[in-house]
C-alpha cells in the first residue's frame, strides 16, 4: 500500500489510496500481485495511465513479477471512501 500511494490521480492531485480507490491487494506465493481497485468515474480517460502507474510503482519492489490490475465498479466508489487527508486536500468535508 505503501507503494501505491506514490500513485497519484492525475485530475485530483492526490494519491489512490488516500482517495479510496484501492479495494484490495493480493499476492501470491509467485509473487503475482492482482491489484482490486476502482476510478472516481466510469469511462475515467486516465485509466489506460493510473493502470500503467500502478504497475511500474509495484513492480519496483523486489520481489514481485507480474502485476494484474482489476478495475471494478461495484462497490461504488463515493466521497466516504476517502481519507481525511485526501479530504482536507481537495477541500471537502
Partial sequence: ???????IDPELGVDIVNLGLVYGVDIDENGDVLVTMTLTTMGCPLAATIQHEVRTALSS????????????????????KMSRYAKIALGIS
Avoid: C, F, Q, S
Fill in 61 to 80: 519492489i523486489e520481489g514481485i513479477n507480474e502485476v494484474d490490475v482489476n478495475i471494478v465498479w461495484n462497490p461504488p466508489w463515493t466521497k466516504d
Fill in 1 to 7: 500500500m505503501e507503494a501505491l500511494e506514490e500513485v
